[in-house]
């Protein structure tokens, strides 16, 4: 499925992005064309300029200037005195040029000038653009009779320049496209990598949600069936305490299926964005100590010496949700007291920060079986159970994630690294601003 969002993703941003850039170069080649044409052409011109105030400010045309005029300027000369063509048009003698000089005068004779400048009361010069050439005509009265230069530029170079700038327009166009289409086709596999891992992880999550309730139902159907085969039986003492047994795993497999349920419902809303966090003034050392009294008949039943450490001093009251706080330091101190052997110890401890960005820290330790090094950069994912953790079926590896998401809806976090103060254990540790 996600191979064909990515193809289809692709083809429609490189589609786009590909009109787009075609848009812009056909644009800018334009300009740039219409630009160079411009520039030749006001170049031609500044030439022609050049020329007619030389032919005026000089009283004979020689050979030798014109052949040098045309070799200069890489342009075609004709020149007419009173209508009859110079002898200088009768020594370049080259049917080609013939034509085009006669094409061009006819041109000449019956278009209208797109250009007209007097260069002085005598001389003057119009310009006009013909299919093959840039053309101007000098006109300078001389003894009222009028000398005539057409000055013909062509535009085979100007041509020329224009179509190598396409090609490599186009070639750069080409190889951006070419450049545009892969960078999508691994952008687009970037782009919807997270949204697959999520997918993944659902269906993984999906998975291990249908196992865990699985068995739990199982467990709850076998009992109840028990124990309605038990109420038809005779009821002696030996069926009562086996009924009661009964009902007892009912409960409790009924329990652990509503943990998994809340846990779960839990991260769908913060999934979704609804994670509920309802902030007030809270005193985080009346909240550690009332959730440790909780846990106090849990660890006493294990022989473990659960310790609350607080401040000297009066600290300043804590804004956050104290009930999602004290839904975290339930997971963390169950955890504990699940993991930690008999004779162990449970340490609680709350400190204040007073640095330039204040903050709490709330820290459980254990003497437990402790976490492996390469485990610690999962502890906190959906699921996830260590090694030594596998065996224990009431805890689904949802504590942790559930805890993460909590401190990190209220902008802290919370770290795990092995207990200094002993052997083997864990300590988990909450900041909060």
């Not at 996600?2 to 787009?20: A, E, M, P, Q």
């Not at 890489?74 to 020594?91: A, E, Q």
């Not at 339930?330 to 204040?352: K, Q, R």
């Amino acid at each position: 499925m996600f191979k064909k969002v990515r193809i289809r993703l692709t083809l429609l941003s490189g589609s786009i992005t590909t009109l787009i850039l075609m848009i812009m170069t056909c644009g800018y080649l334009y300009i740039s064309e219409q630009s160079l044409l411009e520039n030749r052409r006001s170049s031609y011109q500044s030439d022609v300029y050049s020329i007619a105030v030389q032919l005026d400010n000089q009283g004979v045309i020689t050979h030798a200037w014109l052949s040098q005029l045309e070799a200069s300027r890489s342009c075609y000369i004709s020149v007419l005195d009173n209508g009859t063509p110079f002898l200088f048009d009768k020594k370049q003698k080259n049917d080609r040029r013939d034509k085009l000089i006669d094409s061009l005068w006819t041109h000449y004779r019956n278009s209208e000038p797109s250009v007209s400048v007097a260069i002085s009361y005598k001389c003057h010069f119009q310009s006009f653009v013909d299919s093959d050439c840039y053309c101007f005509v000098i006109t300078v009265m001389q003894n009222k009779i009028p000398l005539e230069m057409l000055i013909a530029f062509p535009l085979s170079d100007t041509r020329g320049q224009l179509i190598r700038q396409r090609i490599v327009f186009i070639g750069v166009v080409f190889l951006a496209l070419i450049a545009i289409w892969i960078f999508m086709w691994i952008y687009t596999k970037r782009l919807l990598a997270p949204i697959e891992e999520n997918r993944l992880r659902q269906n993984r999550f999906v998975a291990a949600a249908s196992h865990e309730l699985r068995t739990p139902l199982a467990v709850v159907l076998s009992c109840a069936e028990a124990a309605q085969d038990k109420l038809t039986l005779e009821k002696t003492d030996t069926n009562v305490i086996n009924l009661k047994h009964d009902i007892a795993a009912i409960k409790n497999e009924a329990l652990r299926s509503s943990r998994l349920l809340n846990d779960m419902l839990t991260l769908s809303s913060h999934d979704a964005g609804r994670l509920d966090i309802r902030k007030a003034h809270t005193e985080l050392d009346t909240l550690l100590l009332n959730t440790c009294e909780a846990f106090e008949r849990l660890a006493a039943e294990k022989n473990i010496r659960l310790c609350v450490t607080l401040p000297d001093t009066p600290i300043p009251a804590c804004y956050c949700d104290a009930q999602r706080i004290a839904q975290v330091l339930t997971i963390l101190l169950h955890n504990a007291v699940s993991y930690t052997p008999e004779h162990g110890n449970i340490t609680a401890v709350l400190s204040f920060r007073k640095t330039a960005h204040r903050h709490f820290l709330l820290a459980v330790s254990d003497t437990g079986v402790g976490i492996d090094d390469d485990e610690k950069q999962h502890i906190f994912e959906r699921f996830y159970r260590s090694e030594k953790a596998r065996s224990d079926k009431n805890h689904f590896g949802l504590g942790l994630s559930i805890a993460y998401e909590i401190i990190a809806a209220h902008g802290g976090t919370i770290a795990v690294a092995d207990n200094p103060n002993a052997e083997r254990g864990t300590t988990f540790t909450v900041r909060l601003p």
